[in-house]
């Protein structure tokens, strides 16, 4: 595998591209403060004329995210939209798809997941599917605490909804699990789940849409680059959807990709990638 280019500044490659598709969690910011080297390159990016979606596997609605991201700092003009895998997810249950009545694995800071959703949540004997948005409390429990209850609804033949393909982020220092924990192990067990959000088709599709309406005209993919550091969400979504990625080392793979955040070394990342069978377009170690 030839070692894509690693690049210092986003500056060094951004007139090849009209849109980013830019994660948050690990890119602009560990959950508990905005980076403000990445928040600038958006802004920059932006002022000369380009576009940013915030794309996101947040299982929330995008004006919640948006509400959270000025709770952690962010500055004003660094996006133009957000997609979140909430919203992707949401489409599907406003379809109708999950029936009327679904029992709920989450947290509280998840309720905005369901406003003016057509669905009642309902004890697990009573529901029609599983939709799930995280754990209960993720700095506390791990999967294994979901498995009694995960066995129960695959053996009721419950469809499972993932609303975060995410396994694990990190928040400041302290890894926690996500949803797409439980929908790796429920889909273990044998039960059926459908995922919404990156390195999954739907996202994409919903992503494309919500950005030819705000931006009034249709973008080429080749004028599209992703921006994250997921090697199994962003990296995987990007190479699946046929998208450039600008892959971030100093997220989740700062460890594997050589211990230095700020950037990676080549013998490590190479490795890594190789371990993957995944290539993005370019590698950077922090966006700025």
Not at 116 to 123: I, S
Not at 195 to 216: C, E, M, N
Request: hydrophobic share 40%; glycine share 10%; net charge negative.
């Amino acid at each position: 595998m030839t070692l894509p280019p690693i690049i210092e500044s986003l500056d060094e490659i951004s007139d090849q591209y009209d849109v980013l598709l830019c994660d948050l969690w690990g890119c602009l910011h560990n959950g508990m403060t905005v980076f403000p080297a990445a928040a600038g390159a958006l802004q920059r990016f932006r002022a000369k004329g380009g576009a940013v979606a915030l794309f996101t596997n947040a299982p929330r609605p995008a004006w919640s995210v948006i509400d959270q991201l000025a709770a952690l700092g962010a500055p004003d003009g660094i996006s133009d939209l957000v997609v979140s895998s909430g919203d992707a997810s949401r489409e599907s249950v406003k379809a109708g798809e999950w029936g009327s009545r679904v029992y709920f694995i989450g947290a509280d800071k998840d309720e905005p997941f369901f406003k003016d959703l057509p669905v009642t949540r309902v004890a697990m004997a009573d529901a029609d599917s599983v939709i799930c948005t995280g754990l209960r409390n993720d700095e506390t429990e791990t999967p294994e605490d979901y498995r009694d209850e995960l066995r129960e609804a695959q053996l009721r033949g419950l469809p499972f909804l993932n609303a975060n393909p995410d396994i694990v982020v990190d928040r400041g220092d302290q890894r926690l699990w996500c949803s797409g924990a439980l929908a790796r192990d429920y889909a273990a067990m044998g039960g059926k789940v459908r995922t919404f959000g990156k390195p999954h088709a739907p996202i994409y599709d919903y992503g494309r849409k919500q950005l030819s309406s705000v931006l009034g005209r249709d973008i080429p993919d080749d004028r599209i680059l992703c921006v994250g550091d997921g090697v199994h969400t962003d990296l995987k979504g990007a190479v699946s959807e046929g998208l450039d990625c600008l892959f971030v080392t100093g997220g989740l793979a700062t460890a594997e990709t050589g211990g230095d955040a700020e950037r990676p070394d080549p013998a490590k990342l190479e490795a890594f990638l190789a371990a993957h069978s995944l290539s993005p377009r370019w590698v950077i170690g922090r966006l700025r």
